[in-house]
Nanobody, 123 residues
Framework: QVQLVESGGGLVQAGGSLRLSCAASRLTFNRYTMAWFRQAPGKEREFVTGINWFGGRTYYADSVKGRFTISRDNAKNTVDLQMKSLKPEDTAVYYC????????????????WGQGTQVTVSS
């Protein structure tokens, strides 16, 4: 079945950077919209950013605009999240998600999810 595997999480100081990566397998990658969500303890899972099939459209939550950048490599079946100027409030488990559509949704209605990777930003 479809697999999404996140990597790159860790502990970083406020103001620092991290790059997350999601490797997808067993799907026609360039027919899936890809997104990153995050979930902090005690909070609901929230949309962070998404990218359509060929990267022509990207969407960002207001809280991360100007700091985070999503990109995809359809030849490698990967989607990355470059995070800069990290803040303690960015601390969460970050999830990669895939949706068989060319439309980026900001809700959790995605077809497949990864297991998540922890990002912790210390103050």
């Amino acid at each position: 079945q479809v697999q999404l595997v996140e990597s790159g999480g860790g502990l970083v100081q406020a103001g620092g950077s991290l790059r997350l990566s999601c490797a997808a397998s067993r799907l026609t990658f360039n027919r899936y919209t890809m997104a990153w969500f995050r979930q902090a303890p005690g909070k609901e899972r929230e949309f962070v950013t998404g990218i359509n099939w060929f990267g022509g459209r990207t969407y960002y939550a207001d809280s991360v605009k100007g700091r985070f950048t999503i990109s995809r490599d359809n030849a490698k079946n990967t989607v990355d999240l470059q995070m800069k100027s990290l803040k303690p409030e960015d601390t969460a488990v970050y999830y990669c998600a895939a949706r068989q559509s060319n439309e980026v949704l900001t809700t959790i209605h995605y077809d497949y999810w990864g297991q998540g990777t922890q990002v912790t930003v210390s103050s």
